[in-house]
């Protein structure tokens, strides 16, 4: 069973939730941008969370199906069609061979995640199928898809089998689910967020000015953007000394600030050590909202203690377990 790729997209890369475990050694955990997506679509279609699936960027791809196939595709509206007919978003589909999978392109957001039962058969790396792009390994050998390129799936879970088997195809391309993912947890979603956010560890560094703009003005995702960090343009920020520091340990969601003065909020594919002061760190519910910024799109963060972070981390943990709960039922 397998997918072939007649159109790549702008930025299209296989990815799951990353290799946890090795930055000790200089390697960044990677993985989904939007994990809270990847997780969910993985779900709907009785994978496992971190089955490998299709990271899609603004732009997504074209795809012949080789073979049957039982889909979802969640996060940002890339504008999924089958043989020109839309997709909807957030459900289980079931898809005949032969039907083209298209995309439109992003009507809001900025990634969608394309999980297939059994999720993309890449080789795994240091416990990973994720593509590392930088440092050119992972996925599909280190690089995004290309034209041509015959995406393999592996074998399907039993869940699997019996949640499409509850979706009648008949004589159409594609049947879509009469249920979908949806609740509090997916409320996150959505232009211009406001994204909450704990003091750095060099946070008292700042002028005293520069700690208000920071929680109080509107900041906009640079071009200079990508799965390694984004630069946000705004007022600018100063700290008192200005001296250099040396390099500490970083994370998803490390708010640095290099001398120009606009910050860096670090992604997926961040380094896994920094020489800039560390003002910020994004609460890791908030990183799916950060992920599906685009350029120009507007950011504003709003402190929490580290308290309220893990309050919401937690919560955000049991509304994935009962859509999983749910889902599980249905099958």
């Known amino acids: 069973m397998s997918l ?21 050694e200089g390697v960044t955990v990677g993985g989904a941008m939007d994990p809270l997506a990847l997780r969910i679509a993985n779900l709907l279609v009785g994978n496992a969370e971190a089955a490998a699936a299709l990271e899609l960027t ?5 795809l012949r199906l080789e073979a049957d196939v039982f889909f979802s595709v969640c996060g940002g509206d890339l504008q999924p069609a089958i043989d020109g007919r ?8 079931r898809a005949r061979a032969g039907a083209t999978l298209s995309f439109r392109g992003a009507a809001s957001g ?9 999720g993309i058969d890449v080789p795994v790396v240091l416990g990973s199928r994720s593509t590392h792009l930088r440092a050119r390994f992972g996925g599909l050998d280190g690089r995004a898809v290309r034209e041509g390129d015959v995406l393999r799936l ?3 879970p039993e869940l699997s089998g019996r949640l499409e088997a509850r979706i009648p195809l008949e004589n159409a391309p594609f049947a879509a689910a009469d249920w979908l993912a949806a609740g509090a947890v997916l409320a996150g979603y959505g232009p211009d967020p406001v994204v909450r956010m704990m003091r750095g560890p060099e946070f008292d560094r700042l002028t005293a000015a520069s700690r208000e703009r ?7 995702v640079a071009p200079e953007s990508d799965r390694m960090g984004y630069r946000l343009e705004g007022p600018r920020l100063e700290t008192t000394d200005g001296a250099e520091m040396i390099s500490e340990g970083v994370a998803a969601g490390t708010l640095q600030l290099p001398p120009g003065g606009d910050p860096i909020a670090l992604m997926a594919d961040r380094q896994t050590t920094g020489g800039y002061p560390r003002i910020g760190q994004i609460a890791t519910v908030d990183l ?5 910024l685009r350029p120009g799109d507007g ?22 377990e009962r859509i999983a709960d749910a889902i599980r039922l249905k099958g």
């Open 110 to 118: 900025c990634r969608a995640y394309l999980a297939v039962a059994g």
């Open 4 to 24: 072939r790729v007649l159109r790549p997209g702008l930025l299209t890369t296989v990815q799951d939730l990353g290799r946890p475990g090795h930055q000790a």
């Open 86 to 93: 839309p997709v909807p978003m957030w459900h289980p589909v």
């Open 58 to 62: 603004l732009v997504g791809p074209t």
């Open 214 to 220: 920071l929680f109080e003005a509107e900041f906009r």
């Open 288 to 292: 799916p909202r950060m992920a599906q």
């Open 299 to 320: 950011v504003r963060f709003r402190e929490v203690g580290l308290a309220e972070a893990q309050a919401l981390y937690l919560a955000r943990e049991r509304g994935i």
């Open 154 to 156: 592996g074998p399907r």
